[in-house]
């Protein structure tokens, strides 16, 4: 058979699994897996792992799984057989999608695919950080998604379970500490904060993941002596025009790219790849959120200027006015 024709077939063939999966997801509940384990006896981690991984592939809810791995296992060998199986279970569809259409992807994307691609790509372990961390996007689909790209398999796998462990503790206690509850455990209590404690973490940790992709934040004394010694650094003010050219004045060789613009005109940057992007604007909130911007573009090599223009101004130093 042709490797094209191959390929159909496993696609096809995977939509058939995928919509008998579905059509008897019903089965597929907390006591039925709970009767697998039992009857699997000590090798019930190893069949669970196995289960976790498929159903991670035919679009079963992997929540479910994760709180059923809980109450079965435990807090601390229940977190190492979910995430492992949740891990390869990722791993797997991942490589399915890569076999199946990251060719086709590459061959037919058009320009703007192609940035959206070679920025996903260049963002690598932090695109996959946002992703696993912040819960807008589909477990299942993201992973098939996300083999459609150029991120590289071995950082794919590895920040996934990183980014993965801190939901499958949190649900896996959640979990521990419901069959806990239904049994009149008397630690039942304390492990239901534990479990609250873990979710709010998960819960914060999305607001962590954006400010570290906003960029570190450099003083104006570190800026300063960057320019003064050559350093390959570009100064992008993101103020509007007339603050840029106004008696505030900027910082002389600084060009001049507007916040509300800056979606437009993210090609003037892309080339600046070797060097440093400092972003300032009059304090730092719009070149902090320009930061953003470019970071979710793929550009990865912006810093924020603390206290932007204000802080440039108290220092004495000379400003350029147009």
């Given at each position: 058979m042709k490797p094209a024709a191959l390929r159909w077939a496993t696609g096809l063939a995977l939509l058939v699994l995928i919509a008998a999966t579905l059509a008897l997801r019903d089965r597929f509940d907390a006591a039925a897996l709970s009767a697998w384990m039992k009857d699997a006896g000590a090798a019930g981690p190893v069949v669970f792992i196995a289960?976790?991984?498929?159903?991670?592939?035919?679009?079963?809810?992997?929540?479910?799984?994760?709180?059923?791995?809980?109450?079965?296992?435990?807090?601390?060998?229940?977190?190492?057989?979910?995430?492992?199986?949740?891990?390869?279970?990722?791993?797997?569809?991942?490589?399915?999608?890569?076999?199946?259409?990251?060719?086709?992807?590459?061959?037919?994307?058009?320009?703007?695919?192609?940035?959206?691609?070679?920025?996903?790509?260049?963002?690598?372990?932090?695109?996959?950080?946002?992703?696993?961390?912040?819960?807008?996007?589909?477990?299942?689909?993201?992973?098939?998604?996300?083999?459609?790209?150029?991120?590289?398999?071995?950082?794919?796998?590895?920040?996934?379970?990183?980014?993965?462990?801190?939901?499958?503790?949190?649900?896996?206690?959640?979990g521990h500490a419901g069959r806990q509850a239904l049994g009149g455990d008397e630690g039942m209590v304390r492990n239901g904060?534990?479990?609250?404690?873990?979710?709010?973490?998960?819960?914060?940790l999305p607001r962590w993941l954006r400010r570290l992709r906003a960029g570190p934040m450099v003083e104006v004394d570190s800026l300063k002596q960057q320019l003064e010694r050559g350093a390959p650094v570009l100064v992008v003010d993101v103020r509007d025009a007339g603050e840029f050219n106004g008696p505030e004045g900027h910082i002389a060789g600084a060009i001049n790219l507007p916040l509300k613009e800056l979606p437009g005109r993210l090609t003037e940057l892309r080339g600046r790849r070797?060097?440093?992007?400092?972003?300032?604007?009059?304090?730092?909130?719009?070149?902090?959120?320009?930061?953003?911007?470019?970071?979710?573009?793929?550009?990865?090599?912006?810093?924020?200027?603390?206290?932007?223009?204000?802080?440039?101004?108290?220092?004495?130093?000379?400003?350029?006015?147009?």
């Amino acid at each position: 058979m042709k490797p094209a024709a191959l390929r159909w077939a496993t696609g096809l063939a995977l939509l058939v699994l995928i919509a008998a999966t579905l059509a008897l997801r019903d089965r597929f509940d907390a006591a039925a897996l709970s009767a697998w384990m039992k009857d699997a006896g000590a090798a019930g981690p190893v069949v669970f792992i196995a289960v976790y991984a498929a159903a991670t592939v035919l679009f079963l809810p992997g929540a479910l799984l994760t709180l059923v791995g809980g109450a079965l296992f435990g807090p601390a060998w229940g977190t190492l057989w979910n995430l492992t199986g949740a891990t390869l279970g990722s791993a797997l569809a991942f490589l399915i999608a890569r076999y199946l259409g990251a060719d086709w992807v590459s061959r037919r994307a058009g320009p703007r695919l192609q940035r959206l691609n070679d920025g996903v790509a260049d963002e690598g372990w932090r695109f996959i950080a946002f992703v696993r961390l912040v819960p807008l996007f589909s477990f299942n689909l993201l992973n098939f998604a996300l083999g459609l790209t150029r991120i590289r398999f071995a950082t794919y796998v590895v920040a996934s379970a990183v980014f993965m462990l801190p939901g499958a503790l949190a649900y896996t206690w959640l979990g521990h500490a419901g069959r806990q509850a239904l049994g009149g455990d008397e630690g039942m209590v304390r492990n239901g904060l534990i479990a609250l404690a873990l979710a709010s973490a998960v819960a914060f940790l999305p607001r962590w993941l954006r400010r570290l992709r906003a960029g570190p934040m450099v003083e104006v004394d570190s800026l300063k002596q960057q320019l003064e010694r050559g350093a390959p650094v570009l100064v992008v003010d993101v103020r509007d025009a007339g603050e840029f050219n106004g008696p505030e004045g900027h910082i002389a060789g600084a060009i001049n790219l507007p916040l509300k613009e800056l979606p437009g005109r993210l090609t003037e940057l892309r080339g600046r790849r070797d060097d440093t992007i400092l972003l300032v604007c009059r304090t730092d909130r719009r070149s902090s959120e320009a930061a953003r911007l470019l970071a979710e573009a793929g550009i990865a090599n912006a810093g924020i200027v603390r206290g932007g223009m204000t802080a440039w101004r108290a220092k004495g130093w000379p400003v350029a006015v147009s």
